[in-house]
C-alpha cells in the first residue's frame, strides 16, 4: 500500500491523493504538522525530505518527492492518466512546468499569504502576486477555450495538477473563477467529475484553518 505524507491545506498533496483515488491505489495518508513547522525541523528533513516539503510518497522501500516526479511515476507505473503517446507525454510535462513554475506557484504563494500568513498581507506584494496569477490564467484559459481537457481528449495528470488548488474554498484565494476565467471554470466542473474527486478537506488529513486575513 501507498503511504502519503501530506496535510489538508497542501494543494500539491492534494494533487497525489486525487491521482491515487482516480487510479483506484490504495494508500494511507500521514499527517505532517506543516502549520507547527514540523517540515522545518532538520530531523524531519533528514529522515523524510531534505527539501523540507510534501507531499512524500512511499512505495515500499521507494521514496519519492515533488508532485509533478510522484504523479508521473504514478501515471507510468499504472498506464493511465500519463498520456497515450510520445507527444501527448511530452506535451503533458510542458503544462506541468507551467504549473509549477507559473500556473500554481503564483496562486498558492497568493492563497497562503491571504489566508494563514504570519501577518496581514502587504497589498504592493499582493497586488504583484495578482498580475502574475492573472497573466498564468488567462494562457490556460485560452488555451482551454477550445478543448476539453489540458492535453488531448482525456483527462492526464496535468489536469490534475493544475486543477488541484482551485479546489480549495474560494475565501481561501477571492478568486470567481466563473466571472474572471469561465473557460478553466468550466474545465475545473469536468475535472472534478473525474472517477475518485473528493474535495481536499474530505481526502487529505488535519484541520481546516479559517482564513485569518
Known amino acids: 500500500m501507498y503511504r502519503l505524507h501530506c496535510f489538508a491545506q497542501s494543494g500539491n498533496s492534494f494533487k497525489v491523493a486525487f491521482l ?26 533528514d529522515q523524510t525530505n531534505e527539501m523540507g516539503e510534501a507531499p512524500v510518497l512511499d512505495d515500499g522501500e521507494k521514496r519519492l518527492t515533488q508532485s509533478g516526479a510522484i504523479m508521473t511515476y504514478l501515471a507510468r507505473k499504472h498506464g493511465a492518466f500519463g498520456g ?20 500554481t506557484s503564483y496562486f498558492a504563494t497568493y492563497r497562503f499569504t491571504k489566508s494563514w500568513g504570519a501577518a496581514e498581507p502587504n497589498p504592493a506584494v499582493m497586488a504583484w502576486l495578482k498580475t502574475r496569477i492573472d497573466g498564468a490564467f488567462a494562457i490556460a484559459d485560452k488555451h482551454l477555450a477550445t478543448r476539453q481537457f489540458m492535453v488531448g481528449d482525456a483527462p492526464t495528470i496535468a489536469d490534475i495538477s493544475m486543477s488541484a488548488y482551485l479546489c480549495y474554498p474560494k475565501e481561501e484565494s477571492g478568486y470567481d473563477l466563473p466571472a474572471q476565467f ?32
Not at 505532517?32 to 524531519?44: F, I, K, P, Q
Not at 497515450?84 to 500556473?103: A, I, M, P, S
Open 182 to 213: 469561465p473557460s478553466i471554470a468550466a474545465w475545473l466542473q469536468r475535472v472534478q467529475a473525474i472517477d475518485g474527486y473528493a474535495p481536499p478537506y474530505e481526502v487529505l488529513p488535519g484541520e481546516r484553518i479559517p482564513p485569518k486575513w
Open 84 to 103: 497515450r503517446n510520445e507527444d501527448e507525454q511530452l506535451e503533458v510535462l510542458r503544462w506541468l512546468l507551467f504549473d509549477n513554475h507559473k500556473f
Open 20 to 45: 491515487l483515488r482516480a487510479l483506484r491505489q490504495p494508500w494511507e495518508a500521514v499527517f505532517v504538522d506543516y502549520m507547527n513547522g514540523l517540515t522545518r525541523e532538520a530531523s524531519w528533513r
